[in-house]
């Protein structure tokens, strides 16, 4: 869309002019872009979703199930901002939704855009400020949310859920892994205190202060039901370089907990922080063999195969032992 298409829209938020429109990325597979309006003397953000499904996928999975799973994310995510961003607390914010509209075939989510907020920065090297203020970020997301409804959202968050990766569990090689799959899934959908979770807690969906001490969070196309395990394995995957991944695990478990200890005597007093600790601590192997189980499947090359998440995934099939399988 050029200037004169988003003329309607900024009009109807009360804005007169459009100074500048910038194309922050390319959806994934195609299915539209994100942008950035400058209007008047402030600025907004628009997801502009087009539904039509692509010829082509980034990973070859160009299938009927894969688009369908797309624009439910998408159904997901304008549910998100319509009913629960608004509600995200000061220790968790995510952009408010200013507007929702659809035109056939489009979609455009508009929103607040977090560099007005002060959250100007985008990294791909995480420090440990930008990763304690991510966790803090998930923590007081979960705390808040604890038992909650997740009505409109996804029943099982996270994009990997087993449900809807039937065609990557088949392709799975690793055996003993694709023999556990239910398993695992049982365990973290079973799981006490559940809560919502992002679903896609990667390093690239956090926006930080320039100082790195405080997190926003966008992206919400996977968020539903779940074990908070799963954001934290996912967060780690894309914020700590293998090789660190041993040398920090303790650290940011440790750090993730502290964070929700706060989190629960604001939202939660009534729960027991420590009985909350000991039973999702546990589960981090499990929900990251979850997440390796989905990536051996769907891209058995890709770097977030290594030492370390075999090594994981090997203690999660030991640790699951100890669960009965019915």
Known sequence: MNHLDYLPII???????????????????????LVRLSVDDSSIVIKHIR?????????????????????????????????????????????????VKQHGSEWLLVMEDLHQLGYVDVVDKAQSTHISASLRWLAYFHAQHIESPHKGLWDKGTYWHLDTRPDELEALADEDLRCAAQKIDKILTQAPYQTLVHGDAKLANFCFTSDGKFAAAVDFQYVGQGCAMKDVALFMSSAVSPEQCTKEENWILDEYFEH??????????????????????????VAWADFHRFVKGWSPEHWKINPYTEGLAIKALEQIKAYPDR
């Open 260 to 285: 929700l200890k706060q989190a629960l005597r604001l939202f939660r007093p009534d729960l027991d922080a420590k009985h909350i600790e000991q039973s999702w601590r546990p589960l981090f192997a």
């Open 51 to 99: 539904l039509p499904k692509p010829e082509h996928h980034p990973k070859g999975w160009n299938t009927n199930r894969s688009h369908q799973r797309k624009l439910h994310s998408y159904h997901v995510e304008l549910n998100f901002y319509q009913a629960y961003a608004n509600l995200c607390s000061s220790n968790s914010p995510a952009p408010k939704a200013l507007l």
């Open 11 to 33: 009009k109807e938020l009360g804005f007169e002019s459009i100074h500048q429109v910038d194309v922050l990325q390319i959806l994934w597979g195609g299915y539209g872009e």
